[in-house]
């Protein structure tokens, strides 16, 4: 949440939100900005695949969509494409953050170095443990007795910025990957609107560089153990 130093008014955080898949996170989003329940401006979705759910969430919603598909028309769009595009937008949403909710492209170190917000992701996984892919049934494979998901800031290093916050489980022994994967996306509901008000109400500052950024927290990341 930003205030205007005119009006002294408060105004909402401008978030822009990539996607790649059935964008359940967004909705919860969403959800929260229409009932008022989030500071939040969703100023528009970036989705770098057509057949996305989440391209029907935003523009129920009345939000600006960009499509910029890996492959469009049989062609394949390279990543210097997409971030050309994909940059020239946020610029012009004016977004003052970026969340990748469910954005299964990597993006280059150049683009993430000169975004034109500070950018985080959700993983599910509880971070450093688990980056990458096939999170849940590595986690499962390994014998854990815990799992869950983490926010963490987007640097060029895939899955290895600073962890924010993190929400927990137990794996049970009836747990399969399915079953897992539902736990944890129910976490993950409730793990990104509340990073993201924390981010909204200043209580994590992302625009301060080094340490210091996180300096109005005990410690990084909040752990959370939430319902599922
Ligand atoms: C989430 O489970 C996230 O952990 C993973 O992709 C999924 C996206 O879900 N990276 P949705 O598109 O928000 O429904």
């Known amino acids: 949440m930003l205030m205007d130093n005119a009006s002294q008014t408060i105004q909402p955080l401008r978030i822009a939100v990539l996607v790649s898949g059935s964008g359940s996170n967004l909705q919860v989003l ?20 057509e057949d996305a759910y989440a391209i029907t ?8 969509v960009a499509v910029l598909s890996h492959v469009a028309s049989g062609k394949r769009m390279g990543i210097k494409t997409f971030e050309t595009h994909a940059s020239a937008q946020l610029v012009e949403w004016q977004a003052d953050l970026i969340v990748l909710a469910g954005f299964m492209r990597v993006l280059s170190a150049d683009f993430i170095d000169n975004a034109p917000a500070p950018m985080i992701n959700l993983h599910p996984s509880l971070l450093p443990a688990y980056k990458g892919l096939d999170t849940h049934q590595r986690a499962i494979q390994a014998g ?14 895939l899955d290895a910025g600073a962890v924010l916050t993190q929400a927990l489980l137990e794996i049970n022994q009836k747990d399969t990957t399915n079953s897992l994967q539902t736990r944890v996306q129910k976490l993950e509901h409730q793990l990104l609107p509340w990073t993201i008000m924390l981010i909204a109400k200043g209580v994590i500052n992302l625009n301060s560089q080094g340490t210091e950024a996180f300096s109005m927290l005990p410690a990084l990341p909040l752990q959370l153990w939430l319902n599922n």
Do not use: F, K, Y
């Open 30 to 49: 969403i959800n929260a900005m229409q009932a008022g329940a989030l500071p939040i401006e969703i100023v528009g979705v970036i989705s770098n695949r």
């Open 57 to 64: 969430r935003a523009q129920d919603a009345a939000i600006p």
């Open 144 to 157: 854990e007795r815990h799992h869950g998901c983490s926010i963490h800031v987007v640097t060029a290093e």
